[in-house]
């Protein structure tokens, strides 16, 4: 099968650093196709996809910031690179609106291998590896987990409901796909309220969460056989990624036992780099007797490397996060806190506003990092037409989330940010 190529255009440049990157991609990375840009114009031609990576730097002005958010908006994921000696430095690249800011000392092999796990493959040359030989890249090194400092397991980040309607399922697919583009991944639909990922990524149900845990009471494994595999209908599973269907029954998901779902997530470390744990709201109750609906979503507060706290952008879902805030530190929960509004308007001053209002909420007990997805049709219409979304303005905010959580430095260090806004919040858009 022909190899997915992905499209990289350079703004041209006299750096070293350009030609490092041409030579190497040439020679080492196959399925990479490298482009150097003259004028704007060249990142719109007819006929032609949108460059999946637009790569410029701090010593040619080729784009202007115009340039770079419409780019962006067509779904290229635009890096800078900057040197402070012989460039315009950092601040040149953050006021022209890039997405991602590295050293123009980077090796071209970090950087080929950070554009591959920005741009992933197109859809159609994968299929998830449970259901079959991997098509994609070789995974790359798992981080570490917070299980102890001689653990390498995979990276396990827990995401949660705040509200209904954040669009939490599309989020963690997108997240997901992103980052199967450079290791294997799992995903974990432990949603105590609903079933819905087997049915929007075309897999079959008839193994779910249900199984798989029982499995693991048993002191069995419960992978690779829990993963939700192909349909009998021949329809095509959506995405690269493995998947743990949340079992679906008519009055709603069987009770979780959170012993056995940490005993799942503790299999998932050994195989793969990144696992996603899909969950509903967190319900704090300490001194509750026994395990209710919502104990999985406590008891995964503790193995989480990041927690993600998914809400829709408007204030009731900032006030919400406060109160999600306030129940993980009910909980004494030590993992990094992420926010995320989701199904945002295009306003930057509404995204000013809304982060300020959760900062007001969350003073006491701050998220580390604040992240806005906006309102995209292309969410609308990949749902309608059962595919996943590929391009757009919210496909681009998923990559830069899913590069957030594909670095160790990212969850090691996340309470050190490099740049905040209000609050002490890291703000990405």
């Not at 002005?61 to 890096?79: H, L, N, Y």
């Not at 195989?271 to 026994?290: D, E, M, Q």
Request: proline share 7%; with cysteine.
């Amino acid at each position: 099968m022909t190899p997915p190529v992905r499209r990289i255009g350079i703004a041209a440049t006299p750096a070293p650093w350009s030609k490092s990157f041409r030579n190497y991609a040439r020679d080492h990375a196959a399925g990479v196709e490298v482009e150097t840009l003259l004028d704007p114009r060249q990142l719109h031609r007819p006929g032609r996809a949108p460059f999946d990576i637009l790569l410029v730097d701090d010593t040619a002005r080729t784009f202007s910031s115009p340039a770079i958010a419409e780019a962006v908006a067509d779904g290229t994921f635009v890096v800078g690179l900057f040197d402070q000696t012989s460039g315009m430095g950092r601040g040149y690249l953050e006021r022209l609106g890039v997405q991602l800011i590295l050293p123009a000392a980077t090796g071209p092999e970090e950087l080929i291998q950070t554009v591959l796990r920005l741009a992933p493959a197109p859809e159609a040359d994968h299929q998830p590896s449970g259901l079959g030989e991997p098509k994609g890249e070789a995974p790359g090194p798992p981080m570490a987990g917070r299980h102890g400092d001689g653990d390498r397991g995979g990276a396990v980040s827990v995401w949660y409901s705040v509200t209904g309607g954040c669009g939490l399922t599309e989020t963690v697919i997108g997240v997901a796909e992103s980052l199967a583009a450079g290791s294997r991944v799992l995903v974990v639909e432990a949603d105590p309220l609903a079933a819905s990922m087997a049915a929007r990524l075309s897999r079959s149900p008839s193994v779910g969460l249900s199984w798989a845990l029982g499995r693991v009471s048993h002191g069995q494994s419960a992978l690779p056989d829990g993963l939700a595999g192909a349909r009998d209908d021949g329809a095509r599973p959506l995405g690269r990624f493995d998947l743990v269907a949340q079992t679906s029954l008519p009055g709603g998901p069987p009770l979780t036992d959170p012993d056995s779902l940490l005993g799942l997530i503790s299999e998932a470390r050994r195989g793969y780099g990144h696992i996603l744990v899909s969950t509903g709201p967190l319900v704090a109750a300490p001194g509750s007797v026994g395990k209710d609906r919502f104990a999985g979503g406590r008891a995964l507060l503790g193995v989480a490397d990041v927690a993600v706290a998914v809400a829709t952008a408007d204030p009731m879902g900032a006030v919400e996060l406060g109160g999600w805030k306030a129940a993980a530190a009910e909980l004494a929960s030590s993992a990094p806190a992420w926010a995320v509004l989701g199904r945002g308007g295009r306003a930057r001053f509404e995204e000013a506003q809304l982060a300020e209002l959760v900062g007001a909420a969350t003073a006491l007990r701050p998220f580390q990092r604040l992240w806005f997805l906006p309102e995209d049709d292309a969410v609308r219409l990949a749902r309608w037409n059962s595919h996943l979304v590929a391009r757009g303005r919210w496909q681009a905010c998923i990559r830069r989330l899913a590069a957030g959580l594909g670095t160790v430095e990212a969850i090691a260090h996340v309470a050190a940010p490099a740049r905040s806004e209000g609050w002490g919040l890291v703000v990405s858009r």
